[in-house]
């Protein structure tokens, strides 16, 4: 691999800038979808009934060691699917994560359900146990937790909480497939796992989601739901993912386990970078837990904010600055939900997230650790 000279950059080469910027997203290399697409063309098989609709979900359900995996058409409807499909219903109450981003949230609203809002433990991604024992009523119909960023999110303390309630675990792994909790991939560790399969995520198909589960009943309610009740009476929706997105699918899981590792490699170099005891630091995460690297999330003694302008100005701006984050109840639609959530408010503001994906040239992932090591150094006390 090529080796960059930070301090004498090539003649002629230019500066990452706002015009220039380091891309942020990342298109996996072609590796056989062009000759499922014209397979699945020449069929003339193009709905959600498609046999390719079902390899897919085999595939799916076998690389992430699960009975049953459901395609549907995005991540907003696996969620809102598997809320259905939990029992939730209208007037009903969802407990959530302040780190809950608005699609996270939205399909609780689209039930008709009533989102609570609960704090993040201190250091982490996952529900503050004692929050959720506090906020579980009679109503509380299921909850949804959230591994943000691709970080893992340890809910087995308020797992134990809400399985003593007998209130179903939704997990929205939409950033997160391949991320791991104490070995296990995060979307197994509850009643259901949602997914993403939006371009923006490890496994991309344009639009496009599924679910995973080994409850049995579960997976046929959602079955049944998302195929327009099997047009045996009951009531449903037509979620189904259409037969070219899943023959896409189908060949990109196969690429998965590779882009896991090459994400891992990058996010080492950055971490690389960073000095003990200093300033910065990656988001923790426990020992037994591995993040899939969607983005490196550094945590700053402080805050987040003048690392992440400095990113901003030079052209690659944090997921933080680029989609806002910040606790949910600070979203309009979501303010008649406010709570007290002190954890989730220094996450957000100490937290920025940069690309670690396989399509970084050496050079852009050499800018990038450069930016992050005149942090590591020259912020702070010393
Ligand atoms: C992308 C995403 C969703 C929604 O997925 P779509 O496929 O875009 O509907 C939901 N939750 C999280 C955390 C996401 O990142």
Same mark, same amino acid.
């Given at each position: 691999?090529?080796?960059?000279?930070? $301090?004498?950059?090539?003649?002629?080469? @230019?500066?990452?800038?706002?015009?220039?910027?380091?891309? $942020?997203?990342?298109?996996?290399?072609?590796?056989? +979808?062009?000759?499922?697409?014209?397979?699945?063309?020449?069929?003339?098989?193009?709905?959600?009934?498609?046999?390719?609709?079902?390899?897919?979900?085999?595939?799916?359900?076998?690389?992430?060691? %699960?009975?049953?995996?459901?395609?549907?058409?995005?991540?907003?409807?696996?969620?809102?699917?598997?809320?259905?499909?939990?029992?939730?219903?209208?007037?009903?109450?969802?407990?959530?994560?302040?780190?809950?981003?608005?699609?996270?949230?939205?399909? /609780?609203?689209?039930?008709?359900? /009533?989102?609570?809002? %609960?704090?993040?433990?201190?250091?982490?991604?996952?529900?503050?146990?004692? $929050?959720?024992?506090?906020?579980?009523?009679?109503? @509380?119909?299921?909850?949804?937790?959230?591994?943000? !960023?691709?970080?893992?999110?340890?809910?087995?303390?308020?797992?134990?909480?809400?399985?003593?309630?007998?209130?179903?675990?939704?997990?929205?792994?939409?950033?997160? #497939?391949?991320?791991?909790?104490?070995?296990?991939?995060?979307?197994?560790?509850? &009643?259901?796992?949602?997914?993403?399969? #939006?371009?923006?995520?490890?496994?991309?198909?344009?639009?496009?989601?599924?679910?995973?589960?080994?409850?049995?009943?579960?997976?046929?309610?959602?079955?049944?739901? &998302?195929?327009?009740? #099997?047009?045996?009476?009951? #009531?449903? %929706?037509?979620?189904?993912?259409?037969?070219?997105?899943?023959?896409?699918?189908?060949?990109?899981?196969?690429?998965?386990?590779?882009?896991?590792?090459?994400?891992?490699?990058?996010?080492?170099?950055?971490?690389? %970078?960073?000095?003990?005891?200093?300033?910065?630091?990656?988001?923790?995460?426990?020992?037994?837990?591995?993040?899939?690297?969607?983005?490196?999330?550094?945590?700053?003694?402080?805050?987040?904010?003048?690392?992440?302008?400095?990113? &901003? $100005?030079?052209?690659?701006?944090?997921?933080?600055?680029?989609?806002?984050?910040?606790?949910?109840?600070?979203?309009?639609?979501?303010?008649?939900?406010?709570?007290?959530?002190?954890?989730?408010?220094?996450?957000?503001?100490?937290?920025?997230?940069?690309?670690?994906?396989?399509?970084?040239?050496?050079? +852009?992932?050499? !800018? /990038?650790?450069?930016? /992050?090591?005149?942090?590591?150094?020259?912020?702070?006390?010393?």
């Amino acid at each position: 691999m090529a080796t960059t000279d930070l $301090d004498s950059p090539a003649v002629g080469v @230019t500066e990452f800038t706002a015009e220039s910027p380091v891309e $942020d997203r990342y298109g996996p290399p072609l590796s056989g +979808e062009l000759a499922e697409l014209e397979r699945v063309l020449a069929s003339g098989r193009l709905s959600g009934g498609a046999a390719v609709v079902a390899d897919y979900e085999r595939a799916l359900a076998g690389w992430f060691g %699960v009975t049953r995996a459901i395609a549907v058409s995005s991540g907003s409807s696996a969620l809102h699917a598997a809320l259905v499909a939990a029992g939730v219903k209208p007037g009903d109450e969802v407990l959530l994560p302040a780190t809950a981003p608005l699609p996270t949230a939205m399909p /609780i609203l689209t039930c008709g359900a /009533i989102p609570v809002i %609960v704090d993040v433990v201190p250091v982490g991604l996952a529900m503050d146990p004692a $929050d959720v024992a506090a906020k579980v009523t009679g109503r @509380t119909a299921a909850a949804v937790s959230l591994p943000l !960023w691709g970080y893992p999110a340890d809910d087995r303390p308020a797992k134990e909480v809400l399985d003593a309630a007998e209130i179903p675990l939704i997990e929205d792994a939409c950033q997160a #497939h391949g991320t791991r909790v104490d070995g296990r991939y995060a979307g197994t560790l509850g &009643t259901a796992g949602c997914f993403s399969t #939006h371009e923006r995520k490890l496994l991309a198909t344009g639009e496009g989601g599924f679910v995973l589960t080994n409850d049995e009943e579960f997976g046929e309610r959602f079955d049944f739901y &998302t195929h327009l009740g #099997h047009l045996r009476g009951g #009531h449903g %929706v037509n979620y189904k993912l259409a037969a070219p997105l899943a023959a896409i699918g189908r060949r990109r899981v196969d690429g998965l386990e590779a882009q896991l590792r090459a994400r891992a490699a990058n996010a080492a170099r950055l971490r690389n %970078v960073l000095v003990a005891g200093g300033p910065l630091i990656e988001l923790p995460v426990g020992a037994d837990d591995s993040p899939n690297y969607y983005t490196f999330v550094l945590r700053a003694a402080r805050s987040a904010g003048e690392i992440a302008a400095a990113f &901003t $100005d030079a052209g690659l701006a944090p997921d933080s600055v680029r989609f806002g984050y910040r606790p949910l109840y600070h979203r309009p639609l979501f303010a008649p939900y406010a709570t007290d959530c002190p954890n989730a408010e220094a996450l957000a503001a100490t937290t920025l997230q940069l690309p670690v994906h396989p399509g970084l040239s050496p050079r +852009e992932l050499e !800018w /990038i650790a450069d930016r /992050i090591a005149r942090f590591a150094r020259g912020m702070g006390s010393r």
